[in-house]
């Protein structure tokens, strides 16, 4: 029984240690800032066209 525990253990800290890893992998200091300083301010999604503007074929063409 206690090596079922043991072995459980050991695979809830490795998923935690995978976790952790593929998380923070290749960041400066862990999470990145909230907001840049001096940086430009993110892009804004454009407007999506309805399907309500959207213009049939003319007929004959």
Known sequence: MLLLLL?????GLLFIG???WT???GRNK???PAQD?????PLQPTPAAS???A???KPGS
């Not at 072995?7 to 695979?11: H, T, V």
């Open 23 to 25: 998380m923070f992998a």
């Open 30 to 32: 862990g999470e990145l």
């Open 18 to 20: 995978i976790i952790w």
């Open 37 to 41: 300083a001096g940086g430009e301010p």
């Open 55 to 57: 213009q049939p074929p």
């Open 7 to 11: 072995e459980a253990l050991g695979a």
């Open 51 to 53: 399907a309500s503007d």
